[in-house]
């Protein structure tokens, strides 16, 4: 069996007992971190908590070829943990229908997740949302303009949009990174952003929330990671006053 565990926002203190348990009970325990991490614990306070070892997966290793993990879990019970809820992510939907079309049984144990953690913090509106994007690094002169025309196609229709930031071994894009690349990638398009709203560190017990324009998301020090961004549709009455209560808007 492969069991997906979600393991909420933050620390080792928002998993689910449930996936606690699940884990706990398998043979093998595997990690998916460059979708979403836990920024508040180390794999060794996971590994002491869990009593397992955990074995950590590249992005090929569950994307392109995940045939090792499978082929334990035809045989045991496997545990895979992933960062907030398993299945916000279509790379674990990908990864769950692989295991289906061997025969392998599945399960999945929900978690918090940053999707909605949002809303509440930054008291956007959930059914106001519409389709998420994802900003990665610039690779030398490359910039993909697709973030921004997502962007553009949701404020046409009066929808805010939800940017995560790029995940890499070395390091985490951070929200000012995030707008000046999408400043640049709205110019090319003639797009203009008059209002963000940045989140730091969902799920710890001093998340950080600001919201305003380009130059103010670039003074605010919103401190380690994760961070996430927003970029507002028009806001609804009750939507401005919540980010001018919570966010300094």
Not at 91 to 101: N, S
Not at 144 to 167: E, M, S, W
Not at 176 to 191: F, N, Q, R
């Amino acid at each position: 069996m492969l069991t997906f565990v979600g393991l909420g926002l933050y620390d080792l203190g928002d998993i689910p007992l449930k996936g606690l348990d699940s884990i706990r009970k398998a043979d093998h325990v595997f990690l998916e971190s460059y979708t979403s991490r836990l920024s508040g614990t180390t794999i060794r306070d996971m590994e002491e908590l869990y009593g397992k070892t955990i074995t950590i997966l590249s992005r090929d290793q569950v994307e392109v070829d995940p045939d090792f993990m499978l082929g334990l879990a035809e045989e045991f019970n496997v545990a895979l943990l992933i960062g907030g809820d398993p299945m916000v992510s279509t790379t674990h939907i990908d990864l769950r229908m692989r295991a289906f079309r061997r025969g392998i049984a599945t399960r999945i144990i929900h978690a918090s997740s940053i999707s909605t953690a949002v809303c509440g913090l930054s008291g956007l509106q959930n059914y106001r949302f519409g389709k998420s994007c994802s900003l990665p690094y610039p690779h030398r002169s490359w910039i993909p303009l697709a973030p921004a025309k997502v962007v553009q196609a949701n404020r046409a229709f009066g929808l805010h949009t939800l940017v995560y930031l790029d995940i890499q071994e070395d390091r985490c894009m951070t929200i000012s990174e995030a707008v000046d690349i999408l400043e640049t990638m709205a110019g090319k398009i003639d797009l203009s952003l008059p209002l963000y709203v940045g989140i730091a560190r969902a799920g710890s017990e001093s998340p950080v929330v600001a919201a305003g324009n380009a130059a103010r998301m670039k003074e605010v020090d919103f401190g380690p990671p994760l961070h996430i961004l927003i970029i507002p549709a028009e806001l609804h009455v009750m939507e401005r006053e919540y980010l001018e209560m919570f966010a300094g808007l």
